[in-house]
Every structure is written in C-alpha cells, then in structure tokens.
C-alpha cells in the first residue's frame, strides 16, 4: 500500500530521519515536523495548524504536553504509532551508566514514557477505529564507547544495541494492513532486554 499521509513528529532525530526515509521509500507521502533545537525536548500544547490531515501519525518527538498530542492524534485517520522507550516500562540500571560518557536516564524521561503507554491505551478505546500502538525501542547504537556498548550488549540476548533500522521495521509493520487488527498494544523492540 502506498500514497497513505504520513505525518512524523521529531523528523530531524536520528529515528526521524529513518522513519522518513522509509515510508518515502513505500511511496507514501510524508510531511515531518520538528521544532527548532534548542525546543526539541519540548513539544507542549501549543501547536501550529499543521493543515495536513493524515493517514497515519507517527508521535515520535518527546513530548511535555499531552494535550498537543492528542491534538496532533487527531489529524490521524487511520494508525497511530507512538514511540516510546524501554525506561516507559522498565526501571533503569545505573551500573550501565557508572564511568561511561552516557548520561544515566532521567526520572521525567521514564514518567514521560510510561505515560505515553497510557495514552497509546486510551487512543485504542477512545480513537477507535483508528488503531493505536507503541513501540518501545532498546538502547540505539549512536558511537558510544566500547565500554557502553560492551555493558549494554552483555545485558541484551540478542547481544547488541539496537539500530534505527531495527526500530523502522515493527514501526512499518503496525502501519500496515498484516496489523489492520491490532491497536492498544506495546510492542518491545530491544533485542530481549525486557525478557531477564
């Protein structure tokens, strides 16, 4: 299936980026939108008119307002897809983080996250039929030092962190018709992380 509107938040991220590039690739036409650095962690409640109804959403910018997501969920018609993170569902290990360069995760981040669940749950039961689900994404490789990546990998059956590639195939998939019936649902893409 191509030609589907597909709008993605958080577009000039790594994952935005990947996300783009794939649903171009399907044909689809896609409309990103992200705001300017120093406001990227930031997306509230006030949010420009888009004037872009779409097919599928694709919530991908960290957001503080859940008011403007929902605002932005409903110019979807069709699949909703929120990416959220491990740390939405999972408590951190901060022996990971010990003498790395890898800042330990935040407390609001894990909030955030774990809320986003929510949301993606309420989405299925008050937006249906359109479908909502989240993916929750691993630690992504991004050039972390070798004793990062060591850590995390000993900690991951798959034994590796994960790539933007990884997290674009399940995303792709739930936007498809082969997932036309699945909606509320978390999908954990982490290589087996959240399996211990």
Not at 4 to 14: A, D, P, W, Y
Not at 85 to 101: R, W
Not at 149 to 154: D, I, V
Request: net charge negative; aromatic share 10%.
């Amino acid at each position: 299936m191509s030609g589907r509107r597909v709008l993605i938040t958080g577009s000039e991220g790594h994952l935005g980026r990947a996300l783009c590039a794939a649903f171009r690739a399907q044909g689809d036409i896609v409309k990103g939108y992200d705001l300017p650095k120093q406001d990227v962690d930031a997306l509230g409640d006030e949010l420009p008119d888009l004037d872009f109804n779409c097919d599928i959403l694709i919530a991908n910018a960290k957001c503080k307002g859940w008011e403007g997501h929902n605002h932005l969920a409903r110019y979807s018609a069709s699949c909703i897809v929120n990416i959220g993170s491990i740390y939405g569902v999972l408590g951190s290990d901060p022996s990971l983080y010990q003498g790395t360069e890898v800042d330990p995760t935040p407390a609001w981040y894990a909030a955030n996250k774990g809320a986003l669940i929510s949301l993606t749950k309420w989405q299925a039961t008050n937006f249906a039929p359109v479908r909502s689900n989240a993916v929750c994404p691993g630690g992504i490789f991004r050039g972390h030092s070798e004793e990062f990546n060591k850590r995390y990998s000993k900690r991951v059956p798959l034994g590796r962190m994960a790539t933007e590639d990884d997290i674009v195939g399940p995303v792709l998939f739930l936007c498809s018709d082969a997932a036309r019936y699945i909606t509320g649902q978390v999908l954990m893409v982490d290589g087996g992380y959240s399996s211990w």
